[in-house]
């Protein structure tokens, strides 16, 4: 009688712990995502990067021709290029693209803490 009660609690316990695992996988589209490509695909990105003269760095969103990679213009027109200044390396910065002039001072801030 004990082993059961013991073989029912267990098998409860099991349906439970598969039942929440399937409702995750519903939640969350049951397969990992793909990232986006390009709309011309990889061969037609290369082609154009190919075809830019560049002799010091290539922006790889814009296809632009820059000195550094923290001159490389924000994807989007709409967007503004915050430079958050490296912890560890006083000449160096991290560039992100935001909406909007006052998320400049979100994303410093916010920076400070990490």
Known sequence: MLLHAFLLCFTLQFSLVFAQFGFFEQMFGGHPQQQQ???GGMGQWQAHS???ECSNYLC?????CVSQPSDCPCPDVQDVKCLIPDAQDQGASTVVCVRGQDECAD???LSRKI
Not at 60 to 64: A, G, K, W, Y
């Open 50 to 52: 190919e075809a830019v």
């Open 60 to 64: 790889p969103d814009t296809l632009v």
């Open 37 to 39: 490509r390009p709309a």
């Open 107 to 109: 994303v410093l801030r």
